[in-house]
């Protein structure tokens, strides 16, 4: 392999780790707060997609991108409130299947609406045949708005948990929600609150990497079972972990087409799902309790 494959495959594995990562931290925005594992985290960035694609018919891009990111946030709430919301002390069985057959719904109402073509954003800069040429190595402009929107996203994710209110009450919640209520915390609004922001970090990753990738109703279940992948790589509640778990994953993904077809890009993700399921529960930075469903 010469130098200039090499940075290529290295580029691109950044690139979809980049997306691993923020499937993975929307994984742990609700589970920090709930211990839940939802399921439905990939439909989330699927929806971010298909409604832009619909939105920006009728307006432009950017506009198009902030209602998809809004709509979607406001159907997250609406998922938290109706089917979330009621539960008492819910079992992990329980809570994965709710989640797994809200995904599914929210799927086959996709597959309603929009059929099953696929669809895409345009670029939103240049085109998709034009290329940055950095030392031999081509790099798309979607690739570093990829980049660059998903590294502020988790750079204000990091400010909101650490240094705004709502933010810090959401990490009390997280860490002790008796406490937090006592403190006059509303841990039913944290937990909507951290719906909402689990599903527009989604929304806003499925806009920004649909011209790269496409999308379509069923695309969510793939990158669902890669973000989880990362986010049990990092370990379970630690976003920073999961950006490193992401790249990883994505690297690895990129230089296995070195040796083995793509049709078996795949069975990278699933193989070391398996791997750290088996061997470290807990991840490569978790604790021993991060697998564990937290009190609700």
């Known amino acids: 392999m010469n130098i200039e494959l090499f940075f290529q495959y290295l580029v691109a594995g950044l690139t979809y780790g980049t997306i691993y990562a923020i499937v993975a931290i929307g994984f742990n925005i609700i589970y920090n707060t709930t211990g839940i594992i939802n399921f439905a985290q990939g439909e989330f960035v699927m929806l971010g997609g298909m409604i832009a694609v619909t939105m920006n018919k009728f307006m432009p891009l950017p506009s198009a991108i902030l209602a998809a990111v809004t709509l979607t946030m406001i159907l997250g709430a609406l998922i938290e409130i109706v089917f979330i919301r009621w539960l008492v002390k819910p079992s992990v069985l329980r809570m994965i299947i709710i989640t797994i057959g809200l995904s599914i719904v929210i799927r086959e109402g996709a597959l309603h609406i929009w059929g099953e073509s696929v669809r895409a954003l345009p670029y939103f800069t240049g085109t998709e045949v034009s290329s940055i040429a950095i030392g031999g190595v081509f790099i798309s402009p979607q690739v570093l708005w990829v980049i660059g929107v998903s590294s502020i996203a988790v750079v204000a994710l990091n400010l909101f948990f650490n240094y705004t209110l709502p933010g810090r009450q959401m990490r009390a919640c997280s860490a002790n929600r008796d406490a937090a209520r006592l403190c006059g915390i509303s841990a039913k609004n944290m937990v909507t609150?951290?719906?909402?922001?689990?599903?527009?970090?989604?929304?806003?990753?499925?806009?920004?990497?649909?011209?790269?990738?496409?999308?379509?109703?069923?695309?969510?279940?793939?990158?669902?079972?890669?973000?989880?992948?990362?986010?049990?790589?990092?370990?379970?509640?630690?976003?920073?972990?999961?950006?490193?778990?992401?790249?990883?994953?994505?690297?690895?993904?990129?230089?296995?087409?070195?040796?083995?077809?793509?049709?078996?890009?795949?069975?990278?993700?699933?193989?070391?799902?398996?791997?750290?399921?088996?061997?470290?529960?807990?991840?490569?930075?978790?604790?021993?309790?991060?697998?564990?469903?937290?009190?609700?």
């Open 193 to 296: 609150l951290s719906f909402v922001l689990s599903a527009g970090i989604g929304a806003l990753a499925g806009c920004v990497v649909s011209p790269i990738t496409y999308v379509q109703y069923d695309s969510g279940t793939g990158l669902a079972i890669k973000g989880f992948t990362v986010a049990i790589l990092g370990g379970l509640g630690n976003s920073m972990a999961a950006v490193a778990a992401g790249m990883m994953l994505g690297i690895l993904e990129s230089f296995s087409i070195w040796v083995m077809p793509t049709a078996y890009k795949d069975v990278i993700s699933i193989a070391i799902l398996l791997l750290i399921l088996f061997v470290r529960p807990s991840g490569l930075f978790g604790n021993k309790e991060a697998f564990s469903l937290k009190e609700f």
